[in-house]
C-alpha cells in the first residue's frame, strides 16, 4: 500500500516506543509462552517485547512494512517470525498463542462489521484458554461526535512535521495524512471502518469473551467519550 510505502521510512522518528504501552502488554502477557501482534507496523513494540523475553509473532499485510521489522530483529538480535497477512487472513496463521494484541489503531482498518466480527471470532480460536487479546484504537466515539473535521495535534520532530485528519464520509471515517520532510511534502488518504466501544464489546462478548477491562488510553485510566483512545482486554 502506497500510504504506508510512504510513511514507513519515517514511522519509527514519528511513532516511537510507548514505554507505558510496552510495560501494559507486559503486565498481561509477561509468562506468555507465545504473543501474536496483529498489525505489526515497522515491529516496534514487537521488539520492544522479544528485547523482554517474550516470543513475538508479527502479523503485518505491508511488504515494506514487514521488511523493517525483520531488519530491526536482527539489528536488536531477536527472533520475531513474520507473517505478511491481512486481518482477513489470521486464519491461515496455525500458531495458538498465549496471548494477542492489535494496537496503534490497526482494527479499524476493516472494511465493515462483518470483517470485524470475522476478525474477532479468529483470534478467539487463536488463544488458548484464559489467555488475553488486547485492543487499542482511536476513540471514534470522540471522532464521531465532533462538530468539524477531527484532526490530532500536528507532530513536529526534526525536519519532519506529521499532521493526521478524519472526517466522516457514510459509515466510513476518511482518514488523511500529510507528511512533510524536509520541504517534500506525502498526502494520503485512506478510508476506515469507525469502530466504537458501545459496537466493540458486545461483539467480544458475542465471541465468547469475557470483557475485562476498558480503559482511555494505556495509563489505564477509565474510559470515557473524551478519551484519546479505546482500550479493551478480553479474556478467552
Given at each position: 500500500m ?37 498489525g505489526?507496523?515497522t515491529?516496534?513494540?514487537?521488539v520492544?517485547?522479544?528485547?523482554k ?13 514487514a ?7 536482527v ?7 513474520v507473517?505478511?497477512k491481512?486481518?482477513?487472513e489470521?486464519?491461515q496463521?496455525s500458531?495458538q498463542?498465549n496471548?494477542?494484541?492489535c ?5 479499524p482498518?476493516?472494511?465493515?462489521k462483518?470483517?470485524l466480527?470475522?476478525?474477532?471470532r479468529?483470534?478467539?480460536?487463536r488463544?488458548?484458554?484464559?489467555e ?36 466522516q ?5 476518511i482518514?488523511t ?7 517534500d ?14 459496537q466493540l ?8 469473551f ?8 494505556f495509563?489505564?485510566?477509565?474510559y ?13
Open positions: 502506497a500510504f504506508y510505502e510512504s510513511l514507513a521510512p519515517f514511522y519509527d522518528e514519528i511513532f516511537p516506543v510507548n514505554e507505558t504501552a510496552c510495560s501494559f502488554l507486559l503486565s498481561f502477557f509477561e509468562n506468555a509462552d507465545a504473543v501474536l501482534d496483529v505489526a507496523g515491529g516496534n513494540m514487537a520492544a517485547l522479544a528485547q523475553g517474550l516470543k513475538v509473532i508479527a502479523v503485518e499485510p505491508d511488504e515494506a512494512m521488511e523493517y521489522i525483520r531488519q530491526k530483529a539489528e536488536n538480535n531477536v527472533s520475531i517470525p507473517h505478511i491481512s486481518m482477513q489470521i486464519n496463521i500458531d498463542v496471548g494477542i494484541y494496537i496503534g489503531n490497526t482494527l482498518h476493516v472494511n465493515n462483518e470483517e466480527e470475522y476478525f474477532i479468529k483470534c478467539y480460536e488463544l488458548k484458554s484464559g488475553r487479546f488486547i485492543l487499542q484504537l482511536v476513540n471514534y466515539e470522540k471522532v464521531l461526535s465532533a462538530v468539524e473535521d477531527f484532526s490530532f495535534p500536528v507532530i513536529q520532530k526534526g525536519g519532519i512535521t506529521f499532521t493526521r485528519q478524519y472526517k464520509e457514510e459509515d466510513k471515517i482518514f495524512t500529510n507528511l512533510t520532510v524536509n520541504g511534502n506525502f498526502s494520503h488518504s485512506i478510508p476506515l471502518f469507525p469502530v466504537t466501544s458501545s464489546v458486545p461483539l467480544l462478548q458475542e465471541a465468547g469475557e470483557v475485562e477491562q476498558v480503559y482511555g488510553n495509563a489505564r485510566q477509565d470515557s467519550k473524551n478519551s484519546p483512545a479505546l482500550v479493551v482486554v478480553a479474556k478467552k
